[in-house]
């Protein structure tokens, strides 16, 4: 089935450790985005990328970075995690425009539940 | 600043209907979404307006107010699987989903 995958699905991590969150589409799309799910609040950006090559900073980049090496992979790296990166992690992808609705709908991967003690 | 507005709960029962508000600010528009996400999972794509009025689908409409920055959606015919939260996000002049915290929506028999 066509979509985003995410690994890992959970993590526990210790803080100051290191953590790569891996994404990937196979539905050739464009942009790319990662987002924190937080209880009480809306979906935050955290970054993004509209094309394989390029980046940039959303809402909340402070403490994490992501690379964009191809089309298909979207990785969101913590370098050193801090208990506030505690979160639910999405990733998602769009095209530039869905033929049906017009519109840039974003299709969401499952989701990284990861807790930093 | 951007501000989203939806009610964080709200309790419908089977087969009735049910109208889930969302007022925004935004520093310009370019279209509203929403999504559902039951729990634990993604959210997932339900509607999308970009003109004043309302868009139909099934059981689900969404409606558009540009001038009152204000919308809703409207669920008919309330099954038990449509328990989820609902997601309001409007697109901003730099065509960034801007998204509310979500009305939780819980379906009674």
């Known amino acids: 089935t066509a979509g985003i995958t995410q690994a890992p699905t959970s993590q526990i991590l210790a803080a100051g450790r290191s953590m790569t969150l891996r994404c990937t589409q196979d539905?050739?799309?464009?942009?790319m985005y990662w987002y924190r799910q937080d209880l009480g609040l809306g979906l935050r950006l955290i970054h993004y990328s509209n094309t394989a090559g390029t980046t940039g900073k959303g809402e909340v980049p402070d403490g994490y970075s992501v690379s964009r090496a191809n089309t298909d992979d979207f990785p969101l790296t913590l370098a050193s995690a801090v208990p506030s990166q505690t979160s639910v992690y999405f990733c998602?992808?769009?095209?530039?425009?869905?033929?049906?609705?017009?519109?840039?709908?974003?299709?969401f991967g499952a989701g990284s539940r990861l807790t930093v003690l | 600043g951007q501000n989203i507005d939806q009610p964080t709960e709200m309790t419908a029962t089977e087969g009735a209907i049910v109208q889930i508000n969302c007022t925004y600010q935004?520093?310009?528009?370019?279209?509203l979404f929403w999504y559902q996400q039951h729990a634990g999972e993604a959210p997932t794509f339900l509607s999308y307006n970009v003109l004043d009025g309302l868009e139909e689908k099934g059981r689900f409409s969404s409606f558009l107010s540009r001038s009152k920055g204000y919308s809703y959606l409207l669920l008919k015919e309330l099954q038990m699987k449509d328990s989820a939260s609902y997601l309001c996000a409007p697109i901003d002049s730099n065509y960034q989903l801007i998204w509310g915290a979500g009305t939780k929506l819980i379906i009674k028999p």
């Open positions: 539905m050739r799309h464009n942009a």
């Open positions: 935004t520093s310009g528009f370019n279209g």
């Open positions: 998602a992808s769009s095209d530039s425009w869905d033929s049906g609705t017009g519109a840039n709908v974003l299709t």
